[in-house]
């Protein structure tokens, strides 16, 4: 007989949505540094000339987006796990990765290179 615990919902994947999300954002900020940063690495990114390197640098983010969220909700998939810390963390990589888009943010790291 089924019990009310064994048909409630597991949490797990939605963590892995929206730790994955914070993942691409992260990685979004990562390329654009990179492209900016690295020359070969911006001409590597230049998929499709009319857009330049944004052309390889949005589509690494969804790919690096995707594979996270695969990966997590695979290993998320039948467990409860902490929401509110994943959460925090989805949230903070949210926020790095946009402020790394920022001009004075991501310029302050390319003059590093």
Avoid: C, R
Wanted: aromatic share 12%; glycine share 8%.
């Amino acid at each position: 007989m089924a019990t009310n615990q064994d048909t409630k919902m597991k949490n797990g994947p939605a963590a892995a949505a929206l730790l994955a999300g914070g993942i691409g954002a992260l990685a979004y900020g990562i390329f654009i540094i990179l492209s900016e940063g690295v020359e070969s690495i911006g001409h590597a990114l230049n998929w499709y000339n009319p857009s330049g390197n944004l052309s390889g640098k949005s589509t690494m983010m969804v790919i690096v987006w995707l594979a996270s969220w695969a990966f997590l909700n695979n290993k998320w998939k039948d467990t409860d796990v902490d929401f509110e810390k994943i959460a925090t963390i989805a949230l903070s990589l949210l926020v790095i990765g946009v402020l790394l888009t920022v001009p004075p943010v991501f310029d302050f790291f390319i003059n590093l290179f």
